[in-house]
């Protein structure tokens, strides 16, 4: 075994301590929420809090939880993430497949439409007229569908099957698969660690999302909890009828924000580590090659 040498050993020590810098920088403001989110608001105001909770509080947390329009929320924003997420994979990984296909008549046209809406949109107003007049208002779609296709998903996605060896598919014509067999039982297979990433892009954004729900859902039942933590703040900051427990949450308005990021957070954090291991290869596979 070859022994290191010393500039390698220094080299090594200095990489140490510049990744743990950067690990503790990035922990930080994330330990720093959470213990914001169980602090009174004289100490955080005061801004005594740092990595530990002070002047221990749970009235905010107790607040949110008792409340029903909370979890009735809740439920709508795992169904319009759930709902929403299957129907951007659906879309973006058929998209994708075809482009990938450099024999097909059109290609270019076809790449140039989607690049073509990451510059250009047709605004708010028309959107909101679209989406009334096929009537998707109050439902699931208004979400799901406008936002179906992320065009830099779809070009990962592109790349990442073009990376592919041909002669996969062509063996899988020659034993008979359709298309569809083909990309269902070859290619996707062969996928999942990109598929992995583009679920958690998806996901992520679907969950965090609420202009859209805002925007096109009248009734506080069909809100997602976005839309309900939202209220809840302006309702703590600005003195407004919005939200629940207003009146409580007033005296409790120096921790709602960190509340709210942490139930916000807390659901895609637990999920992240179990795709994790797919995001780096996915991405990177997918990348565009120079």
């Known amino acids: 075994m070859v022994r290191p040498s010393r500039s390698h050993r220094v080299f090594q020590g200095v990489n140490g301590v510049i990744l743990s810098l950067v690990v503790v920088v990035t922990l930080y403001p994330f330990v720093n929420i959470v213990a914001r989110s169980f602090s009174g608001e004289r100490q955080i105001r005061a801004g005594e809090v740092t990595l530990w909770p002070k002047g221990f509080n749970l009235t905010t947390y107790r ?149 859209s729900a805002f925007l096109y859902m009248d009734s506080s039942d069909l809100m997602p909890v976005t839309v309900y933590l939202r209220n809840m703040i302006l309702g703590a900051t600005g003195g407004s009828t919005a939200g629940a427990g207003t009146e409580q949450l007033s005296q409790v308005g120096a921790n709602i924000q960190a509340v709210t990021i942490v139930l916000t957070s807390l659901p895609i954090l637990c999920v992240y580590p179990f795709v994790q291991r797919y995001f780096v290869s996915g991405v990177m596979l997918g990348a565009v090659k120079g």
């Open 63 to 211: 607040i949110v939880f008792q409340d029903s329009m909370f979890w009735r929320n809740y439920g709508n924003t795992v169904f319009y993430t759930v709902v929403s997420t299957a129907v951007a994979m659906i879309l973006t990984t058929c998209y994708a497949y075809v482009l990938s296909k450099k024999h097909l008549k059109g290609r270019t046209a076809l790449v140039g439409v989607a690049v073509f809406t990451m510059f250009f949109t047709g605004g708010l107003i028309p959107n909101y007229v679209l989406i009334t007049t096929l009537g998707l208002k109050n439902s699931v779609w208004a979400i799901a569908l406008p936002n179906a296709i992320s065009v830099f998903n779809l070009l990962v996605m592109k790349a990442f099957f073009e990376s592919l060896p041909g002669e996969l598919e062509e063996a899988a014509q020659i034993d008979g698969l359709s298309t569809y067999g083909t990309l269902l039982r070859v290619v996707l297979p062969l996928s999942k660690a990109v598929v992995a990433t583009m679920v958690l892009f998806y996901s992520v954004s679907f969950w965090n999302s609420w202009f």
